[in-house]
């Protein structure tokens, strides 16, 4: 089975420039997160989506990150404009619906803004 | 999330059982304990999770002491490729979408 896929791996731009991640998620789930990873902060989660709905977004920076579920096999988390600080790797995962459900992770972005 | 306590660093020679400690003194009745792992550049994995018995499955087993403030999770036969941070997680109770990762324990498997 194909497991979560993110895109771009990897991106490199100025800083002021909008970033566009994107996240097509395990069919059949539910269930859409977005983490972000960095050597100060560690693993944290910024948003999670239910049914293409967004749930919880109190993990999301500043108002310069949005992101959306069009559907339930697209997402995408923009930042616009991006800043030096935002340099991190972005994961996306997904799950079935269920509380005890395991979360599956994609290989993530690796955003450099310079 | 319950606070969960989990030392920084192991090490285990190949072929050995690895067992990582976690400490969660503060887990609530029907809070469960999850464990993850993260390879050097890749996405974390989920490995198992319990409530209070002890719990098998293809990756690993998780022992999770009687008063449930504390579990094992025990690699049988590690190899090189087990080689990476693992996380004991436990998410607050009605909010088990949201997993809190911690530091977790860098497990380095030797040749």
């Known amino acids: 089975d194909a497991g979560v896929i993110q895109s771009p791996r990897h991106e490199v731009t100025e800083m002021g420039q909008e970033v566009t991640l994107r996240c097509k998620p395990i069919?059949?789930?539910?269930?859409l997160f977005w983490y972000r990873q960095t050597m100060m902060r560690g693993l944290e989660l910024l948003i999670y989506?239910?049914?293409?709905?967004?749930?919880?977004d109190s993990g999301m920076p500043e108002d310069r990150f949005s992101a959306k579920m069009p559907n339930a096999s697209f997402s995408t988390l923009k930042i616009q404009p991006s800043e030096p600080r935002d340099s991190a790797v972005y994961f996306c995962?997904?799950?079935?619906?269920?509380?005890?459900?395991?979360?599956?992770f994609g290989d993530g972005t690796r955003l450099s803004i310079l | 999330d319950a606070k969960t306590t989990q030392p920084p660093s192991m090490d285990c020679a190949e072929g050995r059982a690895a067992n990582l400690p976690c400490n969660h003194s503060t887990i609530s009745g029907n809070e469960y304990v999850y464990w993850y792992r993260q390879i050097h550049s890749q996405g974390p994995q989920y490995i198992i999770h319990?409530?209070?018995n002890n719990e098998t499955n293809e990756m690993a087993s998780l022992i999770i002491t009687e008063d449930r403030k504390s579990s094992t999770l025990i690699l049988p036969h590690a190899t090189l490729r087990d080689t990476a941070v693992y996380y004991c997680i436990v998410p607050k109770l009605g909010s088990n979408y949201k997993l809190t990762f911690g530091k977790g324990t860098l497990l380095t498997v030797n040749p």
């Open positions: 069919s059949g789930h539910d269930y």
């Open positions: 989506f239910n049914n293409n709905v967004p749930i919880d």
């Open positions: 995962a997904s799950s079935k619906q269920g509380a005890k459900q395991p979360q599956h």
């Open positions: 319990g409530l209070k």
